[in-house]
């Protein structure tokens, strides 16, 4: 993202523009991936636990 900016900055308010738009991106992609992360380790507890018997069935 930043590499876009790489332009001669005519002021600091433009760099730090800039920056704080890159590092909102990225900080949003890693809390997504952090979701998905937690996702995908949930179904697969319960997927060990169903297989195990672990899990109680529906009445």
Known sequence: CFKYCLKPFVSLFLQM???DNCLQKYLKMTQ???MRFQEYHIQQ???LAAKAGLLSQPR
């Open 32 to 34: 997504r991936i952090s």
């Open 17 to 19: 523009t800039c920056s």
């Open 45 to 47: 507890n319960e997927a």
